[in-house]
T-cell receptor
Framework: SQQGEEDPQALSIQEGENATMNCSYK?????LQWYRQNSGRGLVHLIL?????REKHSGRLRVTLDTSKKSSSLLITASRAADTASYFC?????????FGAGTRLFVKA | DAGVIQSPRHEVTEMGQEVTLRCKPI?????LFWYRQTMMRGLELLIY????????DSGMPEDRFSAKMPNASFSTLKIQPSEPRDSAVYFC????????????FGSGTRLTVV
């Protein structure tokens, strides 16, 4: 399989709560990216973290990377109904970018 | 920029027919990728072009699939003959090598082979 591993597979929270998604990978990487996909649409790039970085922020998003554990997490703070989507991690080693299976996030208003 | 443009958005075809999917990457991007997305297998990289040259096509499922990039602004993915198991959403994405902003995806082509 080309996929990385993400958990949980699905997450349902109330508006205003924080959402945390995790990603694990198997190879050495150059960088790791997170994408969002709304139903029936293409993927939208959210944030990229390089292998020598440990944490990165962008608005309500916080990404951490632990290369020793080959894992990353995406935290969405103060979630909104509009954050409802699937979220994918994607890790790049060499020129190949491999996508995880995704976490389906549902934010209830 | 209008982003990555894919056509058609939807394609329904009969088994055995030839299907051609088209992609126009973002101007200035030098890398282009074709991905296939299904519920069972998720997002799979089919082929990667850099500066119009195919670098890795190891993800192309079989000889029925072929891809070309005749110039920096156009790429095609062809399936001939098509089979029902090819039904999926096919995405094209582009990027600039080494950039920190990830890939830009098109809206995809939803292919249904009946």
């Amino acid at each position: 399989s080309q996929q990385g591993e993400e958990d949980p597979q699905a997450l349902s929270i109330q508006e205003g709560e924080n959402a945390t998604m995790n990603c694990s990978y198997k190879t050495s990487i150059n960088n790791l990216q997170w994408y969002r996909q709304n139903s029936g649409r293409g993927l939208v790039h959210l944030i990229l973290i390089r292998s020598n970085e440990r944490e990165k922020h962008s608005g309500r998003l916080r990404v951490t990377l632990d290369t020793s554990k080959k894992s990353s997490s995406l935290l969405i703070t103060a979630s909104r109904a509009a954050d409802t989507a699937s979220y994918f991690c994607a890790y790049t080693g060499g020129f190949k970018t491999i996508f995880g299976a995704g976490t389906r996030l549902f934010v209830k208003a | 920029d209008a982003g990555v443009i894919q056509s058609p958005r939807h394609e329904v075809t009969e088994m055995g027919q030839e299907v051609t999917l088209r992609c126009k990457p973002i101007s200035g991007h030098n890398s282009l990728f074709w991905y296939r997305q299904t519920m069972m297998r998720g997002l799979e990289l089919l082929i990667y072009f850099n500066n119009n040259v195919p670098i890795d096509d190891s993800g192309m499922p079989e000889d029925r699939f072929s891809a070309k990039m005749p110039n920096a602004s156009f790429s095609t993915l062809k399936i001939q003959p098509s089979e029902p198991r090819d039904s999926a959403v096919y995405f094209c994405a582009s990027s600039y090598t080494g950039a920190d902003y990830g890939y830009t995806f098109g809206s995809g082509t939803r292919l249904t082979v009946v």
